[in-house]
């Protein structure tokens, strides 16, 4: 069958997953893509620039040329309504293409995203063993019998709801990722991302780990999963002779949660990939053998979360069990070892007082990171952070039913909690405040006013918020941001061709990338057979 993935902003590691796993059973695969202008639910949102640069009618025009058997979405709730769009005007086009949704939004409220019209099927948690047995199914002309970790509509209008299944616990036999569906959209040698692992040991309130590892009804097995050095070194030397490859992004939960896997495998990358990386780690899986091990091997930056200084509230309310004095030993660590540490802070969090910014503010200004990157709490459906804004009265059922819904969701620039003006006003000051921090001397920094800051117009802290972070980052030349303009500036380009009847031609980097890829074409797809084989 033809399957078309649908998506938007960036490359999707679960969709590069199953596009692998539909090649695998003979399916033919597609991608319709929006790079989300000036909306890309997650870093920017300027909505008169988001309504000039809108691209759905490229997603559409390029589904119709595409004439899939199945559409496949996976939503995240920021992106669950755009997706619906997409869905509803392709069943137009296509009265009997299948469209199956999954995801964390859809894992999150399976049965409200089964009772939309436009959508045929649900996959709940991972979707390894789901995906091609709804394929298989939807050639069959329907489900026989119930499908694992899959919901499901029957022609009389019942719902076929089929078993929670345990985790797979050998990712090893899971095949790589399929780039190739996405060469055409995203710089993948300027940024390569994948992840080594699955999975999470914290149950922070507000993240989707908090429901995602009990979706199973029995049986789970281990929720946190690793795959095999040498597993994971085979992906990158394809990636590598493939890609001119000039940055790794390792997108794991905790990259260096096991230590001896770790050290096994960096000294592998050092010798063989030897492209600087950067990761997501915990301060608490950090000591001076695991820094060094990643400066050696050529890890220049780590983001970090922190999310609040108060130690107390952490504990006791989003399940944080880090403590300001580990952070600070971290800092120490990762400045010895010349790694940026890239803190994310979060303001907003239900219960925390305004007290607690300043309590950051003194610990940033004698402590300062790398970075501050300052995100909105938000509600997400399935978290218990969900049900804690209910009982405190921050949020209503009115308010729930909207965030299962996917309105209303902006982790960037924007909150789904009802915040009063004042701590608005408050928490903008201090946004500007940890913005400048970490690029000020002590001497100064010590001195930021938050009452100063506070006293201006909300609109004036935004913008300088966002100035500060754009002028700060290319300043010091840092590759996301770098990277992110280039991005932008690109698909930009694309976009005004487009509206002009142009084709928008490939660079010369892209065109020598195509022929060249045309040429290694069998070779790659032979590489990851035999690699799923073993």
């Given amino acids: 069958m033809r399957i078309t993935f649908v998506a938007l902003g960036w490359e999707q590691l679960g969709v590069s997953l199953l596009s692998s796993i539909a090649k695998q059973h003979g399916h033919e695969t597609c991608l319709a893509f929006s790079p989300a202008l000036f909306n890309d639910r997650a870093h920017l949102n300027v909505p008169f620039l988001a309504r000039l640069f809108d691209d759905r009618k490229a997603v559409l025009a390029s589904i119709e040329r595409q004439r899939p058997d199945v559409l496949a979405f996976s939503a995240l709730t920021g992106t669950y309504q755009w997706m619906l769009g997409i869905a509803q005007d392709a069943k137009i086009l296509f009265p009997h293409v299948q469209v199956i949704f999954g995801g964390v939004h859809a894992s999150a409220v399976p049965e409200r995203v089964l009772a939309q019209p436009q959508v045929d099927y649900v996959c709940v948690g991972e979707g390894d063993i789901a995906f091609p047995m709804i394929l298989k199914a939807i050639e069959r002309g329907g489900p026989a019998a119930s499908i694992p970790n899959t919901r499901c509509k029957l022609p009389n ?93 390792f997108f794991d939960d905790v990259f260096t949660l096991d230590k001896k896997w770790l050290k096994r495998f960096l000294d592998q990358y050092k010798t063989e990939i030897k492209v600087p990386f950067q990761c997501f780690t915990h301060v608490n899986y950090i000591d001076e053998d695991v820094a060094r091990w990643l400066s050696e091997a050529g890890c220049f930056s780590s983001q970090i979360g922190v999310q ?205 990338a195509r022929e060249s890829g045309l040429k290694k074409s069998t070779v790659f797809e032979r590489q990851r057979e035999t690699l799923a084989i073993k």
């Fill in 157 to 249: 209008g019942e719902i076929l709801r089929g078993p929670q299944v345990g985790f797979i616990e050998d990712l090893d036999s899971l095949p790589i990722f399929d780039k190739t569906l996405w060469e055409e959209y995203i710089p993948l040698g300027d940024s390569y991302i994948t992840m080594t692992s699955r999975g999470c040991p914290y149950r922070c309130t507000f993240c989707f780990n908090s429901f995602f590892a009990k979706l199973p009804d029995e049986k789970a097995g281990r929720y946190v999963r690793q795959r095999s050095v040498d597993h994971m070194m085979r992906e990158l030397r394809i990636a590598k002779s493939r890609y001119k490859l000039r940055m790794i992004e």
């Fill in 308 to 512: 609040s200084m108060n130690d107390e509230y952490k504990r006791k309310n989003i399940k944080r069990y880090e403590r300001a004095s580990d952070i600070e030993k971290t800092i120490h660590i990762m400045r010895k070892f010349k790694i940026h540490a890239k803190f994310d802070h979060m303001f907003g969090l239900p219960g925390e007082g305004i007290g607690a910014q300043e309590t950051a503010r003194n610990f940033y200004a004698e402590n300062p990171p790398y970075s501050i990157q300052t995100y909105w709490t938000n509600y997400f459906p399935g978290t218990e952070l969900l049900e804690q804004g209910l009982d405190l009265g921050l949020i209503t059922a009115r308010d729930v039913e909207k965030i299962n819904e996917g309105l209303n969701c902006d982790i960037y620039s924007n909150s789904n909690l009802n915040i009063a003006p004042e701590k608005m006003r408050v928490y903008q000051a201090y946004q500007v405040i940890f913005k400048l921090i970490p690029n000020l001397p002590r001497s100064i920094r010590k001195r930021l006013d938050p009452e100063f800051f506070a006293r201006l117009p909300v609109g004036l802290c935004v913008f300088m918020s966002f100035t500060v972070d754009v002028i700060i980052g290319l300043g010091k030349l840092s590759p996301d941001h770098i990277l992110y303009a280039k991005y932008y500036l690109h698909h930009m380009w694309r976009f005004f061709l487009r509206k002009l009847g142009i084709n928008a031609p490939l660079t010369t980097k892209r065109v020598k």
